[in-house]
């Protein structure tokens, strides 16, 4: 024989009814919190694999030893020496050339920007580890601005394109541009960026800030400058 069971006596349907949603409330919340919780770690592990990237990049560049690479080349020197120049009022010129001749071969661009070391620190050599950490801030713009357009292609998920940021963080060319005061690695930087950002412009409904913006982050104008001109010269 089977017995119905029944409530207590004492509980009403106005009670039962309450507690029987509170209990389907509950799991309803928790099935949303579960949910909430692996959205955000979908979202925020991708880039806490970038932070790891870029740590592991700072500091295989310290490994090069960036102040004794100074000089190996003539054209950090020239960009240096240029952008002490500019910061001291005598105009873009090459100093370390006799007759301090008008700098014809490089643009402007980068000098300029080397320039506010000089007027930071103006005690050479203590100023290159400033020039260096210039360098290596843009090499960080340049490889989140790669994992940003790398993400954004049709195939490559975020996995993938964290791998293909690792390895270019740590490729010896892009480690010893970034251990040097030369201009490639913030080219790099720009015209990544200005990627992402006509990427985000040529999208659907994307006002035209964008578009604009990524015409004014092309380095290409002011980084490119046929030899024998001057960034002047029209």
Known sequence: MILESKDPWWVDEDTLWQTKCSFTNASEANRT???MDKEFRRRTLPWFGLCCILVVYFFSVLRFNPLDLFGTTQDDSL????????ANQQGYILPSVPGGPVATKYPILYPWILSWVWRWNPSFPSNL??????????GVVFLVSTFVFLRRLKGIGDSTALLITFFTALHPVVLYYSANVLSDIPFAALAFTAMVVADQAMRPNASAVPMKLSTELNPAPTWNVPVGRSPTSK
Do not use: D, E, G, N
């Open 129 to 138: 580890r400033a020039a260096v950490a210039l360098t290596a801030a843009f």
């Open 79 to 86: 960009y240096f020496s240029s952008a002490k120049a500019i």
């Open 33 to 35: 919190l579960s949910f």
